[in-house]
Each structure stands twice: as C-alpha cells, then as structure tokens.
C-alpha cells in the first residue's frame, strides 16, 4: 500500500516501458472518485490492445486445496468472527507452514501465483494464506455490530487465532514450524507478531514484502490523493481487471485474474465496489508503520526484506542490512505488489530463504549421554 502510493506521487509508472503500443479509451467506462483523475496520472488514458485484455477470472482451486471459514467464538465477549483464509496443508508432519498476510485494501489471493510456484519448489510444505477483517473476515462486538478495528495489535491477534483455528481445524496435535510473510500492511502485521514472540518456538523466520517505516510514513501523506484518482466502481470484473492492468497497478495479467475479483463486491445495481473502503481506514495508517524498523529488527526469528527497489530502505534499516541482522532481495523490474508481479521470483527468493532456516535439515551430532548408553567412549 505504502509503496504504491509513494511510487503514485514521484509517477514512475510513467517511466516504464510498454510491452505493446497503447491506445487511448474513446470512452471510460468507470467512475472516478475525482474529475482531476486523469490529469493526475497518465495512467487513467491508456489501455491494453484487445491482444493484451484480460482472459476471465481464474478460480482460487487453481492455487489452493482448500477454502475455509473459521469461526472463532464470543469469548472473551465482543469477540466473535468468521475468518476466511486458503489453504493448502504441509505434505508431511515435519513440514514448514508459510502463513501469508495480505497489504491494506487487498486479498489473500493476492498470493495465488505464488503460492503455486512455490509449491512447485517445495512440493510438501504448507501454505495458509489469510484474509483481515473488512478484506474477507468479519468480526463482531458485543453487541453484534462489525467491528472493524485496524490497528496492528488487532490484527497480530487476529494472525495467530486463525493460525491456531487452522490447526483445530486441520487435527494437527502441534502447530508446524511457520514463517510468517506479510506485504505492505501484511508486513507490518507479521512483523508485530514476530515482535511480540506470540508464535513461540514455533516461529522459523518472517518476510517483509515491499514495506519499511520510513518510505511508508512519507508517503501516507499522498495516500489520499491516489485514491482519490481510484474508481469508484466498475461495470463488471473484466472491467475492473483491465483497469488493474491499465494503470499498473498489477503488471501480471494472469495475477489479476486471480486477485482483483476478491477486492470487489457486487452492488444492487449490478455493478462492482471494493470491498474495503482505504479512505475509511486513515485513521489506523501511522499505527501500522510507526516503529515498524525497530520492531523487525528485534523480532526472533530469521528476516528477509523484499523490496522493488533500494530507495525504499531507512536508516535504522540500512544500518541493520550492514550488520548483517536480516537478509535484503531488491526486484526492481517489480512494482509494488512484487508477489503479483513476479511471482515466479518472488518465490525463488522465499524457497531459499526457507531452506536456509529449516531446522529439519540441520544434522546435529549426537548427545554424549546417548554415547555413553551405547557403551561407546568419549
């Protein structure tokens, strides 16, 4: 989110070059929430040759093996919600569970290609991909009103009951070594639960994908003025995919097809709003971000930060990367979304990171007590 909005008010999206000519839309079909929109960005006059249009929407089976809505009771009460997350289970009991967090205003499913390329890597470990509250979950307050609560503690909370709901639900007697990987929004949540130690031993390392405090912080000033660029609503899902594709936003056609469906709701009128309002949650904004640097760096656990490029590092950041105390991949051909954009490589970076952390590999000689059992000398 953070990056998205910076990357908006510096218009580098105008800097890249376009895979095919593109022409200009005699008539925009969608509603802008500003009349000035496409004064503000080029990216609201252009859009694909009918060769680079969308194919319809692709299906959440094509990347996860299971659907689930689980439902956490009243209590303590005002507790109560129904969370939904996707799920593909660890192959075998020993195997790592990649717990995926999605960024503000956007979906679990943000991490389909993903995931499936990963799996294509690492054919036995899990994959549980989550979805916040207002982004796909819902949670009640005592006296059964939507609470729509943002703030990083809520939603770090949140993370772990559906961690620990999933493996209720699943029979497992233990809870899988897990990595927790979270962009933008999802990358401050994952990083406060790391903070926090609220996983235990059980916590294997955590990824941050294409956030840091100070880029984040800056450009939540701008942040306004890009969604104010955003239609309101689209006349139908291909519409709203094209747009995506249009503007940037995603620069993976396929990605779109399997993300920006679950980012919209149907309207009585026939037409598709988003899900979640980001205006609405201004006021939660500088509670994700604030301390988040220092919160990575001083979570247990091994850390790895994916950016789209260097710029975005601070200084208690580029300090820490000096040090040595975290791993630093840049994808710089990536936008914001870099798990959409580049899913294949994104991938490639997180296997790695997770093979070199997996404790079930690690050898250890023997204990001496256990020698001397087998009346062996030491």
Excluded at 283 to 310: C, P, R, V
Excluded at 338 to 347: F, R, V
Aim: aromatic share 6%.
């Amino acid at each position: 989110m953070s990056d998205l909005a910076k990357s908006f008010a510096k218009t580098k999206l105008s800097s890249l070059p376009s895979p095919e000519p593109l022409t200009e839309d005699p008539a925009d079909a969608y509603e802008d929430d500003s009349s000035s929109a496409s004064s503000m960005s080029s990216t609201g006059t252009v859009i694909p040759t009918n060769s680079q249009r969308p194919a319809p929407v692709l299906h959440w089976s094509d990347y996860f093996s299971q659907e689930f809505y689980l439902e956490r009771s009243a209590s303590p009460p005002g507790a109560h919600a129904k969370f939904h997350v996707y799920l593909t289970p660890p192959a075998t009991p020993k195997a790592n569970l990649l717990v995926l967090h999605h960024g503000a205003g956007s979906s679990a499913l943000s991490f389909a290609l993903m995931a499936k390329e990963v799996r294509k890597m690492l054919p036995d470990v899990g994959i549980l991909a989550v979805e916040a509250r207002d982004h796909g979950s819902v949670v009640w307050d005592a006296e059964g009103h939507i609470d729509n609560d943002l703030s990083v503690d809520v939603l770090g909370k949140d993370l772990v009951d559906m961690i620990q709901l999933t493996k209720n639900k699943m029979g497992w007697t233990e809870l899988p070594p897990v990595v927790l990987i979270g962009h933008s929004l999802g990358g401050a949540v994952v990083t406060h639960v790391a903070n926090k130690g609220s996983l235990g031993h059980k916590m294997l390392g955590y990824a941050v994908l294409d956030v840091v405090e100070g880029s984040a912080m800056e450009a939540l000033k701008h942040m306004q003025s890009y969604l104010a660029t955003r239609p309101k609503a689209f006349p139908s899902l291909p519409a709203a995919i094209e747009w995506h594709i249009r503007s940037r936003t995603l620069r993976n056609p396929q990605s779109a097809r399997a993300s920006v469906p679950s980012l919209l709701l149907q309207t009585p009128d026939g037409k598709w709003a988003w899900r979640t309002e980001l205006g609405s949650t201004e006021a939660y904004w500088e509670n994700w971000f604030n301390g988040m640097s220092a919160k990575f760096l001083g979570g247990k656990g091994a850390k790895l930060l994916i950016l789209a490029g260097t710029d975005r590092l601070d200084k208690e950041l580029m300090i820490g990367q000096m040090q040595g105390k975290f791993q630093l991949q840049v994808l710089p051909a990536a936008g914001h979304f870099l798990q959409e954009d580049l899913p294949e490589k994104t991938a490639e970076v997180v296997v790695e990171f997770v093979k070199r952390n997996d404790r079930s590999t690690l050898i250890l000689p023997p204990k001496v007590s256990d020698l001397l059992a087998q009346g062996k000398r030491v």
